[in-house]
C-alpha cells in the first residue's frame, strides 16, 4: 500500500466512532475564569487501490467564573472512498455546571448527535444530576457524576428503522493526573443503563495521554473502548477507537 499525501493525521481513526462524548476530557484543568477552548484539525488523503478523503474536527469553547461554567463541544468526523461516503459523524454538545459548594455543582446538559456507523439517524439526549469533587489536591484530580437523562433516538440499517425514547441514568467517574507540566492523563468511565431495563446499559471507558509540546500546542494520544449491550441490529456491541493528533488550546 503506497500513500501519496498525509496531512495533519498519524493514526487514522478507522477503528470506531465513539456514541458517548467524553466532556472530562475537554474542560480547562485549570480554575482560570474567563473564556478557554481548543481546536483540533485532521485531514488526510490516502491513495492505494481506493481513493481515501478524511476531514475530521473538534472544537470545544468554555466559559467560566466564580460560580458557573458554559462548556460548547462540536464534533465532525467525514470519510469518503472512491466518491462515497462511508463514515460520516457529527455531535453537539452544551454543558452548564452551577457550584452550590466548592465540591459539589448541579450539572444540565444537551446534546445532538448523527453516528452513520452505528446506523443512528439522529439521538438528542437531555439530563441533570450532581457532580462531586472527590480530591483536594492540584497534581491529580477525581470526580464523580451521576445524572438522569431523557434519550430520542433514531436508528435506521438497509432493512428497518427504529425509534426509542427512553430515560437512563447517566454516571461517569474521572480522574486527571498531572505527573510534570507537560505531560496530562485523563481517564474517564461512563454507564449508561436504561431505568425500565437495567440490562440495556452501555458503557465507555477513554484514556488519553496528552504531551505539551510548546505553549498551547500539544500532541494528543487517545483510546476510546465502548460496549453496547443491545446496540442497533447489525452493529457489534464492541467499538473501539485509537486516535493521534496535534491539539491547538486557547
Known amino acids: ?15 470506531a466512532q465513539s456514541q458517548i462524548i467524553n466532556i472530562e476530557s475537554l474542560r480547562r484543568v485549570t480554575d482560570t475564569v474567563g473564556w478557554s477552548g481548543f481546536t483540533r484539525l485532521d485531514l488526510y488523503l490516502i ?3 481506493n481513493s481515501i478523503l478524511g476531514v475530521s474536527n473538534r472544537t470545544r469553547v468554555q466559559y467560566k467564573n466564580e460560580n458557573h461554567l458554559w462548556l460548547f463541544v462540536s464534533d465532525f468526523d467525514f470519510k469518503e472512498a472512491n466518491s462515497k461516503t462511508f463514515v460520516s459523524k457529527n455531535a453537539q454538545h452544551l454543558r452548564y455546571n452551577y ?8 450539572e444540565s446538559f444537551i446534546q445532538v448527535q448523527e453516528d452513520k456507523i452505528s ?3 439522529f439521538r438528542g439526549l437531555t439530563g441533570a444530576g450532581l457532580r462531586f469533587k472527590l480530591s483536594k489536591s492540584e497534581d491529580y484530580k477525581f470526580y464523580l ?7 430520542n433516538e433514531h436508528s435506521k440499517n438497509d432493512t428497518f428503522q427504529e425509534i426509542h425514547n427512553d430515560w437512563r441514568s447517566s454516571s461517569y467517574f474521572s480522574m486527571s493526573l498531572f ?11 461512563y454507564y449508561q443503563p436504561r431505568f425500565d431495563k437495567i440490562s440495556d446499559f452501555r ?3 477513554q484514556t488519553s495521554i496528552v504531551l ?11 483510546f476510546t473502548y465502548q460496549f453496547d449491550e443491545f446496540p442497533v441490529v447489525g452493529i457489534p456491541k464492541e467499538q473501539y477507537r485509537l486516535t493521534n493528533g496535534i491539539v491547538y488550546s486557547f
Open 99 to 106: 457550584r452550590l459548594k466548592p465540591s459539589i455543582a448541579l
Open 47 to 49: 491513495k492505494n487501490k
Open 212 to 222: 505539551k509540546v510548546v505553549k498551547n500546542l500539544s500532541f494528543s494520544t487517545t
Open 179 to 189: 505527573p510534570t507540566d507537560n505531560i496530562t492523563i485523563v481517564s474517564t468511565t
Open 1 to 15: 500500500m503506497k500513500k501519496y499525501l498525509i496531512i495533519f493525521s498519524v493514526f487514522i481513526p478507522f477503528f
Open 119 to 121: 446506523a443512528i439517524r
Open 203 to 205: 458503557a465507555t471507558n
Open 145 to 151: 457524576g451521576t445524572l438522569v437523562m431523557f434519550e
